[in-house]
């Protein structure tokens, strides 16, 4: 039987018939390039026993095999998905609460067959069950051998539309987010008839209509489609009050709505009331959308365009900077604020994944956005949440102004992601910040890319999903820029000149020269030692004076430990928690903050591959902001989804920003696995010198 990485490695091999080098295997599926070659043999394997054909290898190179049969191989993986229902126990509590929410009502025998588990396994599942169904203010009934949900109908829509939609997420190949494995998953959970239509015509809507949705909006109506005629056939319409429907039905997205209804009413053979095509507008008003030729939309709202003017010069005050182009940034708001404002109001908010990292990254961007657009909020009468306000906060990092200001030379990139929003923005800023030289003629999705060809001019492709050959050069990044992706653009892209810093760094390595001819090799060690401790400190006051700077207290000696044993999470937070408590950093609460928040968020904890970060609100019980760094003498699987981990980063946040630098600096530093195996050999002692000295901290 095939674990999930392995189906999940088949599952990048088969996305585009293209070859991919074990390196980029295992950066995708967070894990060593040993544990990818000793996962090839083990597929071959399997491929063979299924009387399919291997995979085709040349050194460090993999790839499907050209005469593979992709519908089977489909077929034989989701037959292998079910056969690993009872390894991964969130899987399958999430599979028996959608089949449960469909069928309305269904015997435990019945979904134990449809599962194949056994009908013990379905009995044990219910309280995780009625725990998750709890949450939307539903109830499990189980009524002798049946079970049922109690509750209003249209919180069994949401609750059912989210399990799907997760769902897909979980089984998608999510480091991409691409379109087609997302539907590709759906199929395996709904009608496959009836998702291949919607997607034709969400295509038609899109191409009439000259827009495009994100990936996560995309995949919202298309749920929402087929959810709909489903809840139509079984005559579940869902109402809508008059004054509400009045409201949409003023929306110029209700026409779309309508003509979209009424096409699959033709194919399908329903009808769609004026209520269920008012929610589908709401699914169309609360999608983010890219315009490509047109933006009418964005002329019709006068008062939203003077008060993102008026809310940019607060972001350049805060900032204490000067955006070069407050036209470019304006649109690119208003395309993204003027669908986020109908989310809200119909309490639909998106979430960012990538909401932690860009705190790490642009702290000081993120609060000047947030106090910023209090106006907007006030006059509107809602409330951004930080998952909103980091897509916001993302349009200003990526137009932060460079130093250089001269644009001859410059090299000429086109950014691609998957949807031409989102991580494409946090991309640019990155890279601002790391180069220079360079000039972005246009960030697009993957499906513009042929089209961009043949209209634009550049020397580069920068991308962050798998692109088929384009005939040039071109670079696949993560959105955060790892140190193989700065290593890699290094060669196309001129670096910045990072700060004075560096060039005071250069000024102890010749120090350490001179002491090493005058004196004894651990005389010279213990010089070099104290002198790199005191001017890390001194860097750090001046860092301060910048405003830039860490807050050496938030990582304390006492705050690194060495951990030799395996223990389950929960053991694992205790144990880091420890130094925190002991020095009255935190209170005991604040541990079982982090254990609730995990419960329900689980894929918080990870910020990189191989590092953990257990971290929540303050809510009081945080008394000073602080680190612990734990260093795990055995790799540690805290959840099939995310990989083992060898490092923990535990925060303790006082507020929302006073800890930001020096985490930022201190995950750069860990979220090189060399560097973390070498201070893995090292007293705890010296691993804070050299987190001191190499993390500027």
């Excluded at 990048?12 to 995708?28: C, E, K, Q, T």
């Excluded at 349009?395 to 990139?413: C, Q």
């Excluded at 290593?487 to 090493?516: H, M, Q, W, Y």
Aim: proline share 3%; hydrophobic share 40%; aromatic share 6%.
């Amino acid at each position: 039987m095939l674990d999930r990485r392995k189906i999940e490695l088949i599952k990048i091999l088969m996305h585009d018939n293209s070859f991919h080098s074990v390196a980029s295997l295992a950066r995708n599926l967070a894990c060593s390039q040993r544990t990818i070659r000793n996962d090839l043999p083990i597929i071959d394997a399997w491929l063979g026993e299924k009387g399919l054909p291997t995979l085709e290898r040349s050194n460090a190179i993999v790839g499907m095999h050209p005469r593979l049969d992709k519908d089977r191989l489909v077929g034989e993986l989701k037959r292998e998905n079910q056969k690993t229902m009872d390894e991964f126990p969130d899987a399958r509590t999430d599979a028996m609460t959608r089949l449960i929410l469909k069928k309305g009502r269904i015997s435990a025998h019945t979904l134990a067959k449809t599962l194949n588990v056994s009908f013990s396994t379905v009995i044990a599942n219910i309280k995780p069950i009625s725990k998750r169904l709890e949450k939307y203010g539903l109830k499990l009934e189980r009524n002798q051998s049946f079970l049922s949900v109690l509750g209003d109908e249209n919180f069994k829509r949401r609750a059912y539309l989210d399990c799907i939609r997760e769902s897909s997420k979980k089984q998608a190949l999510t480091h991409y987010d691409d379109l087609d494995e997302r539907i590709e998953s759906l199929k395996s959970m709904m009608d496959e008839e009836m998702v291949d239509e919607a997607r034709r015509q969400i295509d038609r809507l899109q191409e009439t209509q000259h827009f495009e949705f994100s990936v996560e909006s995309y995949i919202n109506i298309l749920i929402h489609i087929v959810l709909a005629i489903q809840r139509i056939r079984e005559d579940k319409v869902i109402e809508i009050n008059e004054t509400e429907l009045y409201r949409i039905k003023a929306k110029g997205e209700y026409q779309d709505a309508v003509e979209l209804a009424c096409l699959l009413s033709k194919k399908f053979n329903v009808t769609f009331t004026e209520s269920e095509t008012a929610y589908l507008t709401y699914h169309l008003l609360g999608a983010s959308v890219a315009y490509r030729e047109k933006d009418e939309s964005t002329q019709n709202h006068p008062e939203l365009d003077e008060e993102l003017e008026r809310m940019i010069g607060r972001v350049e005050k805060n900032l204490n900077l000067n955006f070069p182009d407050h036209l470019k940034i304006k649109k690119g708001l208003l395309l993204h604020i003027i669908p986020a404002i109908e989310r809200i109001r119909v309490d639909r908010p998106v979430e960012n994944p990538l909401l932690t990292k860009f705190q790490l990254s642009h702290g000081p961007v993120f609060e000047a956005v947030r106090i910023a657009i209090s106006e907007i909020e006030v006059n509107h009468a809602l409330t951004f949440n930080d998952d909103e306000l980091c897509y916001i906060a993302m349009h200003f990092a990526a137009n932060l102004p460079s130093e250089s200001s001269s644009a001859h030379g410059n090299v000429r990139i086109l950014l691609v992601c998957s949807s031409g929003v989102g991580t494409s923005q946090l991309l640019a800023s990155r890279l601002s910040y790391f180069f220079e030289g360079y000039e972005i003629v246009d960030i697009v999705s993957k499906s513009r890319v042929n089209e961009c060809l043949q209209k634009l001019e550049f020397d580069h492709i920068v991308t962050t999903v798998p692109l088929k050959s384009v005939g040039m050069r071109m670079s696949e990044v993560t959105p955060l820029l790892s140190d193989v992706d700065i290593k890699k653009l290094s060669e196309v892209l001129p670096r910045r000149k990072t700060d004075e810093f560096d060039e005071n760094n250069g000024i102890l390595e010749e120090f350490a020269a001179i002491v090493n001819q005058v004196t004894d090799q651990e005389t010279a060690a213990r010089i070099m030692n104290e002198v790199s401790v005191r001017f890390s400190k001194q860097t750090n006051k001046h860092k301060a004076g910048n405003g830039r700077g860490a807050v050496p207290s938030i990582l304390f000696p006492q705050g690194i430990v060495k951990i030799q044993r395996s223990m389950n999470l929960e053991g694992l937070i205790e144990e880091c928690a420890q130094p925190l408590l002991a020095s009255d950093r935190i209170r005991p609460e604040y541990i079982r903050q982090l254990k609730a928040h995990y419960d329900e968020h689980p894929g918080w904890i990870m910020i990189a591959p191989g590092i953990a970060m257990p971290h929540a609100y303050n809510d009081g019980n945080v008394l000073q902001a602080s680190i612990v760094v734990a260093l795990l003498e055995q790799r540690f699987e805290i959840d099939h989804r995310f990989g083992p981990i060898d490092t923990v980063v535990m925060l303790a946040p006082y507020d929302k920003t006073s800890h930001v630098n020096t985490l930022t600096h201190l995950i750069e530093l860990l979220s090189v696995e060399k560097t973390r195996d070498r201070l893995r050999k090292l007293t705890t002692s010296e691993v804070y010198d050299v987190i001191m000295k190499e993390g500027w901290l």
